[in-house]
């Protein structure tokens, strides 16, 4: 199993705060936002891990070489699209995920390591997704992508502005190297604009089904402005205990 981070985006929204620096470097209780998943996946044995790097990617690099976990390695790849979509990102990896599966994580994403256990855990599907039913934090549903479960558990519909939900995405994934002929099919039509959004809507719609396992209780927390990167260390001082 192998691991890749998405760290490409410029972190427009938490302007002037990325003004000089990416958003995956912004300092969380002194650690860079992007460690927080970096390490969840570590903790859960998976070390090979790709970064996908584009906005001040020379710095991320020198950052993540500096503060990367013992007993990783990283494999830094460069997406020049990082201003589109964010699938670009994910098809940007493919080399290196080669024919192993892998787990998909957010660089601007604090996780619980937990939620890495759960999907490693859970029965085997092509498309995993961990979704949170219960989320109630302003950083969690603030731009939330909303998700539609039935009750076997699987993907129904994902978007940003479903009228009928029932969770939201937390943005970890657990996806097989398949994954990238779905994104290929996509770009042939939607060219940089395609979204993750788009993939997961088109694996749902065509793919067997896609799984949904449910991180309610457990510790997440999205960074997008200002308001979120605020937030994000109160909620760690709240949960002090908390190992991440």
């Known amino acids: 199993m192998r691991g890749v981070i998405l760290a490409a985006g410029d972190g427009g929204r938490l302007r002037p705060l990325t003004d000089s620096q990416p958003k995956v470097l912004l300092p969380v209780r002194e650690r860079p936002l992007i460690?927080?998943?970096?390490r969840a996946l570590v903790?859960?044995?998976?070390?090979?891990?790709a970064i996908v790097v584009g906005y001040r990617a020379q710095q991320v690099k020198e950052a993540l070489r500096n503060c990367a976990p013992r007993g990783?390695?990283?494999e830094f790849v460069y997406n020049p699209d990082y201003d589109d979509g964010n699938a670009l990102s994910?098809?940007?990896a493919r080399d290196f995920v080669g024919d192993d599966p892998f787990i998909l994580c957010m660089g601007d994403h604090i996780i619980e390591p937990a939620l890495i256990a759960m999907v490693?855990?859970?029965r085997p599907a092509a498309t995993t997704l961990v979704v949170d039913s219960e989320a109630s934090l302003e950083s969690q549903l603030n731009d939330a992508t909303r998700v539609l479960i039935d009750g076997d558990n699987r993907l129904v519909?994902?978007?940003k502005r479903l009228r009928r939900w029932n969770a939201v995405d937390t943005g970890v994934f657990r996806f097989t190297p398949d994954v990238f002929s779905t994104v290929d099919h996509l770009y042939e039509h939607r060219g940089n604009g395609l979204e993750l959004n788009d993939v997961m809507r088109?694996?749902?719609a065509h793919a067997p089904h896609v799984d949904t396992c449910d991180a309610s209780g457990l510790f997440w927390t999205d960074v997008d402005t200002v308001e979120d990167y605020?937030?994000?260390e109160q909620q760690l001082e709240q949960r002090d205990g908390l190992r991440l």
């Open 90 to 92: 994910l098809r940007a």
């Open 230 to 232: 605020r937030s994000a």
């Open 72 to 74: 990783c390695s990283l």
């Open 35 to 38: 460690s927080y998943p970096l």
């Open 157 to 159: 519909r994902i978007g």
């Open 43 to 49: 903790s859960q044995g998976i070390t090979e891990i």
């Open 202 to 204: 088109f694996r749902a």
């Open 120 to 122: 490693l855990a859970a």
